[in-house]
């Protein structure tokens, strides 16, 4: 509890899933820095008032380069760039720009994809884009100057453009046609796959046989079954409760039970967090190559189970939520706040380190240490 309270929640909610990697011109890495604004916004806004004009136009800039470069095949849709189609030697090829680098998707990558996280990810852009355009609409109100009428006119044409996306990208009744999979009741991406996927290791050619031998060839990727195009939905973990982690869908509607029910399934619950990918599903632990360890199947990491924890939270306070959908979403917030604190906490006093991610069946921490980055964020799940 000590530790927590020492944390200081403006600059920890920038750990949120985000990190800084170089990227190419049309690759993005993760968009959890939108995240952070709407709490200056609402908590500091007064301190914040002069950065709030600075960076309205960036963010106007920066999310139109989203929509350009990362549109997908169909209205509303958007596809992360950077997967390769000629990646044979991954089990399902990366998609690192979406910071989920190795979670299965679409066995085959193509332009016909769809992607529900960046999809989420576009949706809290235009929201928070919305009402930081409105809230700087009101600071100019109280300002003067020659230029004040014309960014006030500036502040409210992004307010309202921006209001206009909010509401194209928080339509249910598109969600649902691009992503939703009514035969198994879950949110998915959408594009051409196969689960009946393996790697091997190629044999040599008898005549290539030599003395010394070869370098060991690496495995390459072997389909057994041709991939379709489809809702990818026979992995599942953290990217199919994005609508409810970044609370896109609202407390009535009848999909949040689904997913609540997803969440606290024992296939992703555990007593130490929730993992990143269900332990019935083909890939889960699984290495994507021989060199490449599994990173987002199964592992608990503490950036998407904070979003969990702070989701849950909205969703048992709201008033339009149904009472019994709110009761169960108040027992899921808590018991996965202290079974991710006694986890965390429970690592830092054994070890002395605060972990990248934990592993799923022991909570033992793993991978980078020591890491303050997201798993401090536990301090805000302790607190908030």
Same mark, same amino acid.
């Given at each position: 509890?000590?530790?927590?309270?020492?944390?200081?929640? =403006?600059?920890?909610?920038?750990?949120?899933?985000?990190?800084?990697?170089?990227?190419? +011109?049309?690759?993005?890495?993760?968009?959890?820095?939108?995240?952070?604004?709407?709490?200056?916004?609402?908590?500091?806004?007064?301190?914040?008032?002069?950065?709030?004009?600075?960076?309205?136009?960036?963010?106007?800039?920066?999310?139109?380069?989203?929509?350009?470069?990362?549109?997908?095949?169909?209205?509303?849709?958007? %596809?992360?760039?950077?997967?390769?189609?000629?990646?044979?030697?991954?089990?399902?090829?990366?998609?690192?720009?979406?910071?989920?680098?190795?979670?299965?998707?679409?066995?085959?990558?193509?332009?016909?994809? *769809?992607?529900?996280?960046?999809?989420?990810?576009?949706?809290?852009?235009? *929201?928070? #884009?919305?009402?930081?355009?409105?809230? #700087?609409?009101?600071?100019?109100?109280?300002?003067?100057?020659?230029?004040?009428?014309? %960014?006030?006119?500036?502040?409210?044409?992004?307010?309202?453009?921006?209001?206009?996306?909010?509401?194209?990208?928080?339509?249910?009744?598109?969600?649902?046609?691009?992503?939703?999979?009514?035969?198994?009741?879950?949110?998915?991406?959408?594009?051409?796959?196969?689960?009946?996927?393996?790697?091997?290791?190629?044999? #040599?050619?008898?005549?290539?046989?030599?003395?010394?031998?070869?370098?060991?060839?690496?495995?390459?990727?072997?389909?057994?079954?041709?991939?379709?195009?489809?809702?990818?939905?026979?992995?599942?973990?953290?990217?199919?409760?994005?609508?409810?982690?970044?609370?896109?869908?609202?407390?009535?509607?009848?999909?949040?039970?689904?997913?609540?029910?997803?969440?606290?399934?024992?296939?992703?619950?555990?007593?130490?967090?929730?993992?990143?990918?269900?332990?019935?599903?083909?890939?889960?632990?699984?290495?994507?190559?021989?060199?490449?360890?599994?990173?987002?199947? =199964?592992?608990?990491?503490? !950036?998407?189970?904070?979003?969990?924890?702070?989701?849950?939270?909205?969703?048992?306070? !709201?008033?339009?939520?149904?009472?019994?959908?709110?009761?169960?979403?108040?027992?899921?917030?808590?018991?996965?706040?202290?079974?991710?604190? %006694?986890? #965390?906490?429970?690592?830092?006093?054994?070890?002395?380190?605060?972990? +990248?991610?934990?592993?799923?069946?022991?909570?033992? =921490?793993?991978?980078?240490?020591?890491?303050?980055?997201?798993?401090?964020?536990?301090?805000?799940?302790?607190?908030?």
């Amino acid at each position: 509890t000590t530790i927590a309270q020492q944390a200081h929640p =403006g600059f920890q909610s920038l750990c949120v899933s985000y990190c800084f990697q170089p990227e190419k +011109e049309k690759r993005v890495h993760k968009m959890a820095l939108i995240e952070s604004i709407p709490r200056f916004t609402a908590d500091e806004a007064a301190r914040f008032r002069h950065w709030s004009t600075l960076v309205l136009p960036r963010l106007h800039k920066w999310y139109q380069w989203f929509n350009h470069t990362q549109a997908g095949p169909v209205p509303l849709s958007y %596809r992360w760039r950077g997967r390769d189609p000629k990646a044979i030697h991954q089990l399902n090829p990366l998609t690192l720009s979406s910071g989920f680098d190795d979670f299965p998707r679409a066995s085959h990558p193509t332009d016909s994809e *769809r992607h529900l996280d960046l999809r989420c990810w576009m949706t809290v852009f235009a *929201r928070t #884009v919305s009402r930081l355009a409105s809230l #700087v609409g009101q600071y100019l109100q109280t300002e003067s100057g020659a230029s004040r009428l014309q %960014r006030l006119e500036e502040a409210r044409t992004l307010a309202t453009h921006y209001g206009r996306w909010a509401d194209l990208l928080t339509d249910l009744a598109n969600l649902d046609e691009l992503h939703w999979s009514e035969a198994v009741g879950r949110y998915a991406d959408y594009g051409l796959h196969t689960d009946a996927v393996r790697l091997e290791v190629p044999e #040599v050619p008898a005549q290539l046989h030599q003395t010394p031998p070869l370098e060991p060839r690496k495995p390459v990727r072997v389909v057994d079954k041709p991939p379709t195009l489809q809702l990818v939905t026979s992995s599942y973990g953290y990217l199919n409760l994005f609508p409810l982690l970044l609370r896109i869908i609202p407390p009535t509607s009848p999909r949040l039970p689904r997913l609540m029910a997803d969440l606290s399934n024992r296939d992703l619950w555990t007593d130490f967090g929730i993992r990143s990918l269900a332990a019935s599903t083909a890939f889960y632990r699984k290495p994507n190559t021989p060199q490449d360890p599994p990173y987002w199947r =199964g592992a608990i990491w503490i !950036n998407m189970n904070y979003l969990a924890v702070r989701a849950l939270r909205y969703y048992a306070t !709201n008033p339009k939520t149904p009472a019994d959908i709110a009761a169960e979403a108040s027992r899921l917030s808590g018991q996965l706040a202290q079974n991710l604190a %006694r986890t #965390v906490l429970g690592e830092l006093e054994r070890t002395g380190f605060m972990w +990248e991610q934990f592993d799923d069946s022991t909570g033992r =921490g793993q991978r980078g240490h020591p890491f303050a980055g997201w798993t401090t964020l536990i301090s805000l799940i302790l607190t908030e």
